[in-house]
């Protein structure tokens, strides 16, 4: 492999990563789905939830997704390594949650990843969850209020008129 073709690799992979954050920040659970192998896994001992091919990604995704008031995920890229068509790495989280249930805190994690080439590209083959550090003491912030205009595909946030916009 030459270096320009393992450089190529090494970004993709971070945009996959990249990618499997926006999708869950965003909550689209369909686009998440697509980003694993067909026999892909989505590990998460410490829940615990086991998720295996795109359709429980996806199915799975949306029941953890009912559960939440909010939740935001910071990714921050790890090591990569990659072997021809398959390839391990790591990626480390910090995430603020807040579920309907009351239950809300703090966490860092790290992804445990593998990967592997495929006509559409680097997906994941597995992906497992492990958390690091969590802190369940009542967060202090929210989520901000927001006001839906049926008439208007975009949510209005409240904040804005709160600082005067």
Same mark, same amino acid.
């Given at each position: 492999m030459n270096d320009f073709r393992a450089t190529a690799?090494?970004?993709?992979?971070?945009?996959?990563?990249?990618? &499997?954050?926006?999708?869950? $920040? $965003? #909550?689209?659970?369909? !686009?998440?789905?697509? +980003? &694993?192998?067909?026999?892909?896994?989505?590990? $998460?001992?410490?829940?615990?939830?086991? +998720?295996?091919?795109?359709?429980?990604? #996806?199915?799975g995704g949306e029941k953890l997704q009912e559960q939440w008031d909010f939740f935001v995920q910071n990714t921050h890229p790890g090591a990569i390594r990659i072997d021809g068509d398959t390839a391990t790495g790591r990626a480390y989280l910090f995430e603020l949650a807040r579920l309907?249930?009351?239950?809300?805190? +703090?966490?860092?994690?790290?992804?445990?990843?593998?990967? !592997?080439?495929?006509?559409?590209?680097?997906? &994941?083959?597995? !992906?497992?969850?492990?958390? !690091?550090?969590l802190d369940t003491t009542p967060l202090t912030g929210s989520a901000p209020a927001r006001r839906a205009d049926p008439d208007d595909p975009g949510t209005v946030l409240l904040l804005r008129e709160a600082v005067g916009y």
């Open positions: 690799d090494l970004v993709e992979i971070q945009a996959l990563q990249a990618e &499997f954050t926006d999708a869950v $920040m $965003m #909550r689209d659970r369909a !686009r998440l789905s697509r +980003l &694993f192998t067909p026999d892909g896994a989505l590990r $998460m001992p410490n829940i615990p939830v086991e +998720l295996v091919g795109p359709e429980q990604i #996806r199915v309907k249930s009351g239950l809300q805190g +703090l966490n860092h994690a790290v992804y445990h990843d593998r990967y !592997r080439r495929t006509e559409d590209g680097w997906r &994941f083959t597995e !992906r497992v969850y492990e958390v !690091r550090y």
